[in-house]
């Protein structure tokens, strides 16, 4: 099935059909109207040059008419193998498509509604037959039914003809377009966006990424700049004061030599004051029963850092070479 942009935004089509893979591009006078477009004939040159198929409306109220607006817009610079006229289907549209069609030309009659106008169009030969889904159920037809129909047209009479579905309005359209069996779909780009989004894909990637970084990543390229450590002549204030400072839940206590010699948290903080109450606040750390801390050293894996937190059951751990602290790793910075 053909992939198809449907669009007048020139920042959305450059960036839609920086994909690589997307096959061309539908536009019509009500987007460029919409979009403030006075100068059609040079935004069509231009959007030319960006995408590998342009199809482009070619309006008249006579086949003659038609064919002299394709041969106008062909002659202003259009390249003839890699533009598609757009015609509303009509008798003089059909008309103007099988004169079109022997002159080598592309043509997509659109803006079908029935069975019997998309029959009229294989007929004459066009290249695409575009029934508007998204309008025709607007209108509470069977839109669905209707491209069925005229793809199973295509199929059992072996028209030269693909079935274009448009008027994409969400993304269970495509998932109908590809059942049904249509030969192009064009979609707008706030659709197609969406085409490869899946929440369980997502969380997929999400642990596949995080199980990556753990067996590759050392603890030295994640922990931050802060290393939040103080003196054992300290007050537990203090420590309350440098924990805030650093954004951690603990503190590292050093001697003067600034040895390891324990770890302060916010759970000992609660604890000593709801023993001794605020008084506590002025106590000097190297009076405390003082706990060496869970550590892990600043090359090991992310992953050896991660069993460290599940054994020990804590959300952070000094990160400690040679018994000097280095920094602080919270449970946080494995995701």
């Not at 197609?192 to 067996?215: A, C, P, R, S, V």
């Not at 924990?243 to 951690?248: D, K, R, S, V």
Request: hydrophobic share 40%; glycine share 6%; with cysteine.
């Amino acid at each position: 099935m053909e992939l198809y942009l449907d669009s007048a935004d020139i920042n959305e089509i450059k960036e839609a059909f920086n994909l690589g893979y997307i096959a061309g591009l539908t536009t019509t006078p009500t987007f460029m109207h919409r979009h403030g477009i006075t100068d059609i004939d040079s935004t069509l040159l231009e959007l030319a040059k960006i995408v590998p198929v342009l199809q482009v409306e070619a309006l008249g109220n006579t086949a003659a008419e038609i064919l002299s607006e394709v041969e106008r817009q062909t002659e202003m610079g259009l390249d003839k193998s890699k533009t598609v006229y757009k015609i509303p289907i009509s008798l003089e549209g059909t008309k103007a498509c099988k004169m079109l069609v022997d002159k080598g030309y592309m043509v997509n009659i659109h803006l079908v509604y029935t069975l019997q106008q998309a029959y009229m169009a294989m007929s004459a030969g066009a290249t695409y037959v575009c029934p508007l889904v998204g309008r025709l159920q607007d209108q509470g037809h069977d839109a669905l039914g209707l491209v069925e129909e005229c793809v199973d047209a295509v199929n059992y009479y072996d028209y030269n003809t693909k079935i274009m579905f448009s008027s994409v309005r969400y993304v269970e359209h495509i998932k109908n377009a590809i059942n049904i069996g249509v030969h192009t779909c064009t979609i707008p780009w706030k659709v197609m966006k969406q085409l490869t989004d899946n929440h369980f894909t997502k969380i997929g990637t999400e642990q596949f990424e995080e199980h990556t970084k753990l067996m590759t990543t050392k603890v030295r390229d994640v922990i931050g700049k802060q290393n939040p450590i103080i003196g054992t002549d300290k007050t537990i204030l203090d420590a309350l004061v440098k924990m805030t400072e650093a954004g951690f839940g603990a503190v590292t206590i050093v001697d003067q030599a600034e040895n390891v010699k324990g770890i302060f948290t916010d759970g000992d903080l609660r604890r000593a004051l709801e023993s001794e109450g605020q008084a506590v606040l002025q106590k000097s750390l190297g009076t405390l029963a003082l706990n060496m801390p869970a550590s892990i050293t600043s090359d090991a894996l992310l992953y050896e850092a991660s069993n460290v937190f599940k054994e020990r059951k804590v959300d952070t751990l000094v990160v400690m070479d040679n018994g000097k602290a280095k920094g602080m790793l919270d449970v946080q910075d494995l995701v």
